[in-house]
């Protein structure tokens, strides 16, 4: 059953709908319990409020894990584009998966805790 995530991820080209399917794979791995919806317009997970954002742009793709989620991580983003409340990924490189679920872990902690 196709809901409005796939809406949102099908309205973009071939290469960056298959990095963006592979990081909600990543992102519900990570967060099992944690509802999808879209929230500002992008796909968003929810558990004890908002865990993180992902988003499709022409030449990479935006990874919002809130300010703690970059706070906490920034110093792992190396290479990666960055700022307080986002991360970019480019549409041509491998999805850093092990950080993206330490991120996504640490969020659902930090959630729990409010």
Request: aromatic letters at 12%; hydrophobic letters at 40%.
């Amino acid at each position: 059953m196709k809901n409005a995530v796939d809406d949102y991820i099908e309205t973009f080209a071939e290469e960056t709908q298959l990095l963006l399917q592979e990081l909600r794979s990543i992102i519900k791995k990570a967060a099992p319990q944690a509802e999808e919806v879209i929230s500002y317009k992008m796909p968003a997970y929810k558990q004890n409020g908002v865990l993180v954002y992902f988003a499709g742009y022409k030449n990479h793709v935006g990874f919002y894990p809130t300010s703690t989620g970059i706070e906490n991580f920034s110093h792992e983003f190396g290479k990666y584009k960055w700022s307080k409340g986002a991360v970019q990924f480019p549409l041509n490189e491998k999805l850093p998966k092990a950080l993206i679920i330490k991120i996504v872990k640490h969020r659902i902690e930090a959630n729990s805790e409010k």
